[in-house]
């Protein structure tokens, strides 16, 4: 069964981030195994390839999962750190390596599982080269994604960054933008929503499939899969990467049937990374 919990920011902060404290209850005794995994996932296509191994796969190793979906991802690394939920999925690598670094956690990766492409789209251009001088772009506002997506656009000659920034990018690193475009930091979860109201925005993979658009045909600039190192990651809190429970996620997490699973569903949108 799924759960898909709508519990605002400021509530979970009250109730310590209590989410499926009961369910995961003990998980991290070494009598867990019979216990529910419980994972704590994005919506799409996160809790989506959740619940594919859940219905389809789980069973035929003795898995009991737990999916818990929830929009909000700045959630879910506190869920994992206190408790609440045994593992996430939800996060490339370095957004995770940042997280640790600014808030003292303790979360490693297991498994890589499939890559989103950032895309950038538009609503009132087909191509990056017809923005307008001034025009105004949206960029995810936390660490790691606003320099992947400043990264996208210098890499397309939209802008030029600093040398030798990369994906620690910020706004105040470009040195280049020859059409003086407008950058606007917002939260990467409201970006979809935000593309009425701007010329382009830089989206990640999941909230753009989420809002409906297809990456593969939509976007009009796109990152390559191509030694890409923003994969998306099954996490754990450190200490638990053995636990049979999480071995047996990640080895149907890398099975072929998850494979097609995502090559059939997303079409191009969201590519295994195995």
């Given at each position: 069964?799924?759960?898909?919990?709508?519990i605002s920011t400021a509530a979970l902060a009250v109730t310590g981030l209590t989410l499926g404290a009961t369910a995961c209850s003990?998980?991290?005794?070494?009598?867990s195994a019979d216990k529910p995994l419980v994972v704590i996932a994005s919506p799409t296509p996160h809790a989506?390839?959740?619940?594919?191994?859940?219905?389809?796969?789980?069973?035929?190793?003795?898995?009991?999962?737990?999916?818990?979906e929830v929009s909000d991802y700045t959630?879910?690394?506190?869920?994992?750190?206190?408790?609440?939920a045994d593992a996430n999925y939800f996060q490339h690598v370095p957004y995770l390596n940042d997280f640790n670094k600014t808030h003292g956690t303790d979360i490693v990766p297991v498994e890589t599982v499939h890559l989103e492409?950032?895309?950038?789209?538009?609503?009132?251009?087909?191509?990056?080269?017809?923005?307008?001088?001034g025009a105004s772009v949206a960029v995810p506002n936390d660490a790691t994604n606003e320099g992947r997506a400043l990264k996208l656009l210098a890499d397309n000659q939209v802008i030029s960054l600093k040398d030798g920034v990369g994906t620690a990018a910020t706004i105040h690193d470009i040195t280049g933008n020859p059409k003086h475009l407008k950058f606007k930091e917002l939260d990467a979860a409201q970006l979809p929503r935000a593309l009425s109201d701007v010329d382009a925005?830089?989206?990640?993979?999941?909230?753009?499939?989420?809002?409906?658009?297809?990456?593969?045909?939509?976007?009009?600039?796109?990152?390559?899969?191509?030694?890409?190192?923003?994969?998306?990651?099954?996490?754990?809190?450190?200490g638990k990467e053995n636990d049979p429970r999480v071995q047996k996620l990640?080895?149907?997490?890398?099975?072929?049937?998850?494979?097609?699973?995502?090559?059939?569903?997303f079409q191009g949108s969201v590519i295994p990374a195995f």
């Open positions: 069964m799924r759960t898909v919990l709508k003990g998980s991290s005794s070494s009598n989506q390839i959740l619940d594919y191994v859940r219905d389809n796969l789980a069973a035929k190793v003795g898995l009991k999962l737990t999916v818990r959630l879910q690394n506190p869920a994992v750190q206190d408790g609440s492409p950032l895309g950038v789209y538009s609503k009132k251009v087909k191509k990056a080269a017809d923005l307008a001088d925005a830089v989206i990640n993979g999941n909230y753009a499939v989420g809002a409906g658009l297809k990456p593969a045909t939509d976007a009009i600039l796109l990152e390559k899969a191509d030694n890409n190192p923003y994969a998306n990651v099954l996490a754990v809190k450190k990640a080895q149907l997490l890398h099975s072929d049937e998850v494979k097609k699973y995502i090559e059939d569903n």
